[in-house]
């Protein structure tokens, strides 16, 4: 509108629901959020936890036994690559996505952390249009005033809606993580929260062995990895607690079942 002085009536096409059914029935999206409540500003590089990312990137392996295709800033995408976690070589960032099509067939992704190009960036776009913009508080508190907000969420959870749509854009499918709390309240997403920890070495023995075999008894799970059986069942709470694994039975009937993320 500003832009060229000009005032646009804005409509939305789709209802609620009908925006819902197109993108779980017909685009065949699954995005599933493991981040409520951190932004994890990505762009400069310096809230960049790659243990952090890695322990989610791994988790998502273990699931889909596929390497991921991963969204994030191009400095975050340097440290992954610059690790050995094992992603998919069409991984991409944030302002390398417009026009590209490169994930449409992807059907496992993963978005690690949101856009930001600082205050700088949202002040002097509004004061190229007459408004004053100051940053206030942080995280998804962060507030420059109403114009600002607009930019902001233009910068931040419009460039991660995004960067979900473009897998699956044939209609094939996917399953989307989203690491960020920088996403539109009205997507349709699952909640999977306690992934994106560092994960000890026998935990990822544990997840690879109920990934393989669906379940087995702590016995069975302690023989395959190597460890005491009480060794194995303090990690296996610990991973129920944060809804990797669920136990059904008792005593000698208790099973572990993988429950992904």
């Not at 508080?137 to 902001?152: M, R, V």
Request: aromatic share 8%; net charge neutral.
């Amino acid at each position: 509108d500003l832009m060229f002085n000009v005032g646009f009536e804005q409509k939305q096409l789709l209802s609620d629901p009908e925006r819902e059914e197109y993108i779980q029935d017909t685009q065949n999206l699954k995005i599933v959020q493991t981040e409520l409540k951190y932004i994890r500003p990505y762009t400069s590089g310096s809230s960049v936890n790659v243990d952090r990312d890695e322990a989610l990137l791994r988790e998502v392996i273990a699931v889909h036994s596929d390497d991921p295709s991963v969204i994030t800033s191009c400095k975050a995408l340097r440290k992954l690559k610059a690790t050995n976690i094992p992603i998919s070589p069409n991984s991409t960032y944030y302002g390398n996505l417009r026009g590209s099509n490169e994930l449409a067939k992807k059907d496992v992704g993963v978005i690690l952390g949101s856009p930001h190009y600082g205050d700088e960036f949202i002040e002097r776009w509004s004061a190229l249009f007459g408004f004053e913009a100051s940053g206030t508080k942080t995280g998804t508190a962060k507030s420059y005033g109403a114009f600002g907000d607009e930019l902001l969420q233009h910068m931040r959870e419009n460039e991660v809606l995004q960067a979900v749509f473009r897998f699956a854009r044939d209609g094939s499918g996917a399953t989307v993580y989203v690491n960020t709390a920088a996403i539109p309240p009205w997507l349709p997403r699952e909640i999977a929260l306690g992934v994106s920890r560092t994960r000890t070495s026998t935990e990822r023995e544990i997840i690879d062995v109920l990934s393989n075999k669906g379940k087995a008894s702590g016995t069975e799970i302690a023989t395959k990895v190597d460890k005491h059986p009480n060794t194995v069942r303090s990690h296996l709470r610990t991973l129920q607690k944060e809804g990797i694994v669920r136990k059904t039975g008792k005593n000698k009937g208790t099973q572990w079942h993988d429950d992904g993320l």
